[in-house]
């Protein structure tokens, strides 16, 4: 079966950050995780440290974190190499980390050995990119940030019910959308020509080191509210949508909430499954 062009950009990366000695190897070369920085003088460790601030902003600002989460189990959807996982095995009784490239996760493996609590740690790939080979109800928490921007609008719709599916009622989700915009008519078609091009071997791996090319080939999908809520609504309660302060997005089903910590092109569907 022929690859979807989606999924070739990541196992492309995966596969070039496994070929790397170290995580501070992949951090050092590839521009993609330091917003197109590469040098000798970038490490892991300052990678990490991002994670560090940012997962218990939006923890506490989407109201999930206290002295229960040591003993609840938290789904990331899109850990990659472990930037945010080893904050979250510092939060969470449990931490399966999901992502589509196996070589990403052999990394996130490296990054929590050095800076989380690897104990806590599983990691699942995601081989189809849309389904999570969990059981129903086998999680407290499910968490992604910005990873299902990245995916074509179906299989971001499915994985959004598929976390639906593995929390347990009472449980909660915290999903990361990019939401449409006036330059999405040249990005998303422009993100689609980047793609095929991974397909060529020497290519794709050359252009998996370059951070505003791989940028624009992981832009593969905008989700407005509205399109995500609809479908998952029956199954949700307390539905927040969380903006940037300057985003005029609205949605019809879902109380709108603000956070400077909200890039103003995304936005954040926080809610409790019943």
Not at 191 to 212: C, E, F, I, N, T
């Given at each position: 079966?022929?690859?979807?062009?989606?999924?070739?950009?990541?196992?492309?990366?995966?596969?070039?950050?496994?070929?790397?000695?170290?995580?501070?190897?992949?951090?050092?070369?590839?521009?993609?995780?330091?917003?197109?920085?590469?040098?000798?003088?970038?490490?892991?460790?300052?990678?990490?440290?991002?994670?560090?601030?940012?997962?218990?902003?939006?923890?506490?600002?989407?109201?999930?974190?206290?002295d229960h989460t040591q003993q609840q189990r938290l789904v990331e959807i899109g850990a990659g190499i472990g930037r945010m996982t080893c904050a979250f095995t510092r939060e969470?009784?449990?931490?399966?980390?999901?992502?589509?490239?196996?070589?990403?996760?052999?990394?996130?493996?490296?990054?929590?050995?050095?800076?989380?609590?690897?104990?806590?740690?599983?990691?699942?790939?995601?081989?189809?990119?849309?389904?999570?080979?969990?059981?129903?109800?086998?999680?407290?928490?499910?968490?992604?940030?910005?990873?299902?921007?990245?995916?074509?609008?179906?299989?971001?719709?499915?994985?959004?019910?598929?976390?639906?599916?593995?929390?347990?009622?009472?449980?909660?989700?915290?999903?990361?959308?990019?939401?449409?915009?006036?330059?999405?008519?040249?990005?998303?078609?422009?993100?689609?020509?980047?793609?095929?091009?991974?397909?060529?071997?020497?290519?794709?791996?050359?252009?998996?080191?370059?951070?505003?090319?791989?940028?624009?080939?992981?832009?593969?999908?905008?989700?407005?509210?509205?399109?995500?809520?609809?479908?998952?609504?029956?199954?949700?309660?307390?539905?927040?949508?969380?903006?940037?302060?300057?985003?005029?997005?609205?949605?019809?089903?879902?109380?709108?909430?603000?956070?400077?910590?909200?890039?103003?092109?995304?936005?954040?569907?926080?809610?409790?499954?019943?």
């Open positions: 079966m022929r690859r979807r062009s989606q999924l070739v950009p990541w196992k492309v990366a995966g596969r070039v950050s496994e070929r790397m000695p170290t995580g501070d190897d992949v951090v050092r070369e590839t521009g993609w995780v330091f917003n197109n920085a590469t040098g000798d003088d970038l490490t892991l460790a300052e990678f990490v440290a991002t994670g560090d601030d940012e997962v218990p902003a939006y923890l506490e600002t989407f109201g999930l974190r206290g969470f009784g449990s931490v399966v980390a999901c992502d589509l490239d196996q070589g990403f996760l052999e990394r996130c493996h490296e990054t929590v050995g050095r800076f989380g609590k690897p104990d806590r740690l599983r990691t699942l790939e995601v081989a189809n990119g849309r389904t999570l080979d969990l059981p129903p109800n086998s999680a407290d928490l499910a968490f992604s940030y910005i990873t299902l921007q990245h995916c074509e609008e179906d299989d971001a719709l499915e994985l959004a019910s598929e976390a639906v599916r593995v929390v347990e009622p009472g449980g909660k989700i915290a999903l990361n959308f990019r939401g449409p915009g006036f330059g999405d008519r040249i990005v998303v078609p422009a993100g689609a020509v980047v793609r095929s091009m991974y397909r060529v071997p020497k290519v794709g791996d050359w252009l998996s080191r370059q951070r505003p090319v791989t940028r624009l080939a992981w832009q593969a999908s905008r989700l407005h509210p509205d399109q995500v809520i609809g479908p998952l609504s029956p199954q949700l309660t307390d539905i927040q949508v969380w903006k940037n302060p300057s985003s005029r997005l609205s949605a019809v089903d879902a109380a709108m909430r603000t956070f400077e910590g909200v890039n103003p092109h995304h936005w954040w569907l926080v809610a409790e499954v019943t």
